[in-house]
């Protein structure tokens, strides 16, 4: 990799013109290319990759690519259903296409309804394009099957809807109401546009050989359903302790299928079942400190967070929002300790866990991510850690709500 591919190496943005890794872009990720050379690096012969935050499925799609076996986990059930349609790259294409063919058929005898889409997508389309999505909406639940074809038709009508909205998305996934494009796509332009990208890198998906990935819906901090000792290679990104709710990644998605009715609905929806690391996880009244703090699994780093997490609790009283980040900082570590302990069971002997990761200041509060998490590691019973930085982050002192310079990189450790 040259030095600016290497920077770019733990952001998603270079998949956006990789087969099937284009197809949905998720808020969090890492560069497949660089998964795939870490694959490929490996000192291990035979190289057993697994990810316990896969999120869209960039870790096993690549590790596909290479032919190597992998396990992949995710714990947001939306995100979830995203990697599973992806994982379906290598089925038949023509079943695809006419799965398409079927449903765009079937729009062309039926009406829309629109009035029961909730505030957020009727804000987001007009009702030109919501109609038409409404249609394909439709068509898709008459065609719907339990065949890998037609979950790759949900995901084509998934990954139009922030092409084919009027209104601007941040690039990690915010919905911007009050930002209008340009020139948003027509939406059965989109459709078929997007089917014709989907089909072609299905096609090169037919000459890719060796295992399937294998994918479940399960919780990092429990490894369910992941065969003990299996990994030699873990690569991952977990989230980080920076107070960014993956949960709302997904809201604009989930309130077009229905799926939930409002921004109320993703704490039992979704925020439940994922490491706590937004305030929104953890209410004042949900969570006990001390308690947290007391736990064994935090022993090895217990009197660093405990000052951390006692400042927070100072600071917070001065700030006009009072975000709970005393309580984030304290569950999140917690959570990811329990994350540790499982890999060591995962992981055979020895092995090579890669986390990237970047740190946090949440009220202008340094927060060492990075050391804790190695330490945290050793705890559990991996023998060495080492920190490697691609870039440094919140530099730009302009609208920033602390001056606290921040890393992100790759935690390697070994065991």
Known sequence: MN????????????????????WFRYSAGFSAEWVASVIRTSKYGRVRVFDPFAGSGTTLIAAETESVESWGIDAHPFVCRIAKAKLAWRTDPAAYLAKIHQIRGIAATISPAIDHYPSLIRNCF????????????????LARDETPASDLAWLTLIGILRRTSHVGTAPWQYVLPKKEKSKPQEVMHAFDAFSRIVYYDMKIGASVRGPRAQFVES???TCAGVPQRFANLVVTSPPYPNNYDYA???????????????????????????????????????????????????????????????????????????????????CYFRDLAQVWLRLRTICDVPSTVCFVLGDSAPYGVYVPTMLWMGKLAMAAGFTSFRFEK???????????????PLQEGRLWVEG
């Open 126 to 141: 007009d009702d030109e394009s919501l109609g038409k999505l409404d249609l394909l909406r439709k068509s898709y639940e």
């Open 248 to 330: 709302d990644a997904t809201r604009l998605e989930m309130s077009f299928t229905g799926e939930i009715s409002g921004w109320g609905d993703l704490q039992d929806k979704v925020r439940r079942y994922l490491v706590r690391s937004c305030s929104q996880h953890v209410p004042e009244r949900a969570v006990n400190l001390e308690e947290v703090l007391a736990a064994p699994e935090l022993e090895t780093i217990k009197s660093e967070i405990a000052e951390v997490c006692h400042e927070l609790a100072h600071v917070r009283e001065s700030k006009g929002g009072k975000k709970t980040y005393h309580l984030m900082v304290a």
């Open 3 to 22: 030095e600016a591919s290497e920077r770019a190496s733990s952001t998603f943005v270079n998949n956006m013109t990789l087969p099937v890794h284009r």
């Open 390 to 404: 691609t870039r440094d982050r919140n530099i730009k002192w302009k609208n920033r709500k602390h001056r606290v």
């Open 219 to 221: 919780d990092a901090r």
